[in-house]
């Protein structure tokens, strides 16, 4: 099973600063990896397919990196509507797994 | 427009079996797979299945697969996911998501929530 570990837990962050999410694969996924927002109760809402291709309606200020084992979610300037729990998922193989999320939480 | 609508909420006593519907709607069912995600309260998503809406292949969580079932019936576009001998720990938030099988979860159901006490 890919373990997929985030970093930080938590970011304290103000409107307008930029944050930098990280998710750490414990073995390759390729390119095979999505972002997801989750706001207080909600379903979760794709961000970020394939590493850095953004889904459909998603602002240009959300940008994801990378390949392999490591990768980034940036959102350049956040907005109040930012601020939630993110999630990165693999699906490069069985068992598709999750990380344990990264809540950005206004500081 | 896509839509994923689940069925209500449930509360079950321990031991006994659940069935959640997620029906489909604005797509070809039949295109793209089904995955079930769970979140228990308070804490992250946990994968727990997928179901191809094509042929109906399945691939489940070692975890679970003793006690889950996943059907599609595709003259409804509606997915199931059957689970069984429910225990405490399965109290959670249900999702469907079209995806899994080599692509991502585009679309998610609304959730139902489950609820498991004596």
């Known amino acids: 099973e890919i373990v997929l570990t985030q970093s930080p837990v938590t970011l304290s962050l103000s409107p307008g600063e930029r944050a930098t999410l990280s998710c750490r694969a414990s073995?390759?996924?390729?390119?095979?990896l999505a972002w997801y927002q989750q706001k207080p109760g909600q379903a979760p809402r794709l961000l970020i397919y394939?590493?850095?291709n953004r889904a459909t309606g998603i602002p240009a200020r959300f940008s994801g990196s990378g390949s392999g084992t490591d990768f980034t979610l940036t959102i350049s300037s956040l907005e109040p509507e930012d601020f939630a729990v993110y999630y990165c998922?693999?699906?490069?193989?069985?068992?598709?797994?999750f990380g344990g999320g990264t809540k950005v939480e206004i500081k | 427009q896509v839509q994923l609508v689940q069925s209500g909420a449930e509360v079950k006593k321990p031991g006994a079996s659940l069935k959640v519907s997620c029906k489909a709607s604005?797509?070809?069912?039949?295109?793209?797979?089904i995955s079930w995600v769970r979140q228990a309260p308070g804490q992250g998503l946990e994968w727990m299945g997928w179901?191809?809406?094509?042929?109906?292949?399945?691939n489940y969580a070692q975890m679970l697969q003793d006690r889950v079932t996943m059907t599609t019936d595709t003259s409804t576009s509606t997915a199931y996911m059957e689970l069984r001998s429910l225990r405490s720990d399965d109290t959670a938030l249900y999702y469907c998501?079209?995806?899994?099988?080599?692509?991502?979860?585009?679309?998610w159901g609304q959730g139902t929530l489950v609820t498991v006490s004596s």
């Open positions: 604005g797509y070809t069912f039949t295109n793209y797979g």
């Open positions: 073995q390759s996924v390729s390119s095979y």
């Open positions: 998922q693999q699906r490069s193989s069985w068992p598709l797994t």
């Open positions: 394939d590493a850095s």
């Open positions: 179901i191809s809406a094509y042929n109906g292949n399945t």
């Open positions: 998501a079209r995806g899994g099988g080599g692509w991502h979860f585009d679309y």
